[in-house]
C-alpha cells in the first residue's frame, strides 16, 4: 500500500495562493492515480482535482476550480501538488490527497488511499 501525507496548508487572504504538496511512501508513487479532494465545515467532501499515473497524463478538475488550481505530479520525487491560485473564501476546508490504482476518476469511493489532510484557511 501507499502511505500519503498532505502539507502546505495554512491561512491566505482572498486572492492569495497556496501551494499544497502530498508525499507518498511504501509501493510505487508511479503506480497510482491521484487525486485531491476538500471538505468544508457542514459539508460532504467533494472532488478537486485529479491526475493520471503518469506528470503527462490528462488532468480533470472541479468546475469551481478550474483555471485557478493546478495540479501536478513528480514521480521522481514521490510527490503531487495542487498550486491554488486567486483563493476565495468558499475554498476554505480541509484538502486530501488520495491514491488509487488503476486510471484516475472524481469517486471518492475509488479511492483506496488517503491522507490526514491539510487545513486551508482563505479570509474575505
Known amino acids: 500500500q501507499v502511505q500519503l501525507v498532505e502539507s502546505g496548508g495554512g491561512l491566505v487572504q482572498a486572492g492569495g495562493s497556496l501551494r499544497l504538496s502530498c508525499a507518498a511512501s511504501g509501493r510505487t508513487f508511479s503506480n497510482y492515480a491521484m487525486g485531491w479532494f476538500r471538505q468544508a465545515p457542514g459539508k460532504e467532501r467533494e472532488f478537486v482535482a485529479l491526475?493520471?499515473?503518469?506528470?503527462?497524463?490528462?488532468?480533470d478538475y472541479a468546475d469551481s476550480v478550474k483555471g485557478r488550481f493546478t495540479i501536478s505530479r513528480d514521480n521522481a520525487k514521490n510527490t503531487l501538488a495542487l498550486q491554488m491560485n486567486s483563493l476565495k473564501s468558499e475554498d476554505t476546508a480541509v484538502y486530501y490527497c488520495?491514491?488509487?490504482?488503476?486510471?484516475?476518476?472524481?469517486?471518492?469511493?475509488?479511492?483506496?488511499?488517503w491522507g490526514q489532510g491539510t487545513q486551508v484557511t482563505v479570509s474575505s
Open positions: 488520495a491514491a488509487r490504482q488503476g486510471r484516475a476518476v472524481r469517486s471518492e469511493n475509488e479511492y483506496a488511499y
Open positions: 491526475i493520471g499515473w503518469w506528470s503527462g497524463s490528462s488532468t
